[in-house]
């Protein structure tokens, strides 16, 4: 398998642009996880799909941040309009049951 | 919510020393404790992880310890080499393994 894929691996755009992050979760896991990393505030969880529907959507920032799942080999990330102060690096990860999570190599974005 | 901390925050050893890293956890409602290690520019891979109704387990040159009573469970990596140097994190969920907290953090130096 080839594990979690992320898409773009590294994205620079302005401020007020939209960017929209992507994830291949592993086949079979029916979990879906978005986490931001950042100096200053570590891992974050932004919110978790089950079977393609938004469970906990608690951690997104903001109104600006939106994800979506239309099927269970896809999901994405849009934040509109961006702001510098969401560079950071984008996980996704994805698990199966009650298993571990498994990340993938992360979208690095700078917004400038 | 459930609050990990981690320490220490950066930490370095001489090649085939021991290296041990410690979290404490705030809801003990928590049950699962995975281990993670981060190698720059990837996303964190587990190394290891511990459920509650254990209190010790070891793979090979890594181990882990729980105190549930004390809330803490540590990492403990035997005859270090270099390529052990990373970032480790360590991470606490309860018993749905969906809402996993982070620890902040520990970058490990392991000096030839």
């Known amino acids: ?112 | 919510g459930e609050n990990v901390e981690q320490h220490p925050s950066t930490l370095s050893v001489q090649e085939g020393d021991s290296a041990v890293i410690k979290c404490t956890y705030s809801d003990s409602a928590s049950n699962y404790f995975p281990w993670y290690k981060q190698e720059l520019g990837k996303g964190p891979q587990l190394i290891i992880d511990i459920r509650s109704n254990v209190g010790e387990k070891k793979d090979q040159r890594i181990a882990v310890t729980l105190n549930k009573t004390a809330k803490h469970f540590s990492l403990h990596i035997t005859e270090t080499q270099p390529e052990d140097s990373a970032v480790y994190f360590c991470a606490a969920a309860g018993w749905n393994n969906n809402d996993m907290r982070f620890g902040a953090g520990t970058r490990l130096t392991v000096k030839p």
Not at chain 1, 3 to 24: A, D, F, N, W, Y
Not at chain 1, 55 to 63: L, N, Q, R, T, V
């Open chain 1, 1 to 112: 398998d080839a594990g979690v894929i992320q898409s773009p691996r590294h994205e620079v755009t302005e401020m007020g642009q939209e960017v929209t992050l992507r994830c291949k979760p592993i086949s079979g896991h029916d979990y879906l996880f978005w986490y931001r990393q950042t100096m200053m505030r570590g891992l974050e969880l932004l919110i978790y799909f089950n079977n393609n529907v938004p469970i906990d959507d608690s951690g997104m920032p903001e109104d600006r941040f939106s994800a979506k799942m239309p099927n269970a080999s896809f999901s994405t990330l849009k934040i509109q309009p961006s702001e510098p102060r969401d560079s950071a690096v984008y996980f996704c990860a994805s698990r199966t049951g009650k298993e571990t999570q498994y990340f993938g190599p992360g979208t690095r974005l700078l917004v400038l």
